[in-house]
């Protein structure tokens, strides 16, 4: 089995796989990275983003003794249509999204790629937020 993250050069990307690593390595299973790009190419500072997480997550993976596979997508569909077939192929046994903090208000209104993935998911989902950070 396999625990499949999607991922944006976000904090919420961030908490994600972070989230994502902690739960392979507590399953003793494979992680699957999912990247879904869009037509456009990504700006450079989001690449070298993409490209320090990822740094830390092959590290991470690496002294944890978890297999791990970096899919960056096309964006053939949409990003939640592409997270589910991922999920899908490789028999999820549980996909992790990162979620923006919202005001209450906002907290009534659910993301659409978050609501797709959680009500048409083939696996549990772990949905996290990254850390409040509080200005001193």
Not at 6 to 35: F, H, I, N
Not at 60 to 84: C, F, M
Not at 90 to 102: H, S, W
């Amino acid at each position: 089995m396999t625990v499949v993250v999607g991922y944006l050069a976000t904090p919420e990307g961030r908490e994600g796989l972070s989230s994502a690593v902690a739960e392979a390595v507590r399953r003793g299973t494979d992680l699957v990275v999912v990247v879904s790009e869009k037509t456009r190419p990504a700006a450079p500072e989001v690449l070298e983003q993409r490209e320090a997480d990822f740094a830390v997550v092959r590290s991470a993976a690496a002294a944890s003794e978890v297999s791990l596979e970096i899919r960056v997508l096309d964006e053939r569909h949409d990003v939640s249509e592409d997270l589910i077939a991922v999920a899908e192929e490789v028999a999820a046994e549980v996909i992790v999204i990162g979620l923006r903090r919202r005001s209450p208000v906002g907290k009534l209104i659910l993301g659409s790629n978050a609501q797709r993935i959680l009500l048409e998911s083939p696996c549990p989902v772990l949905a996290v937020k990254p850390e409040r950070q509080v200005i001193a």
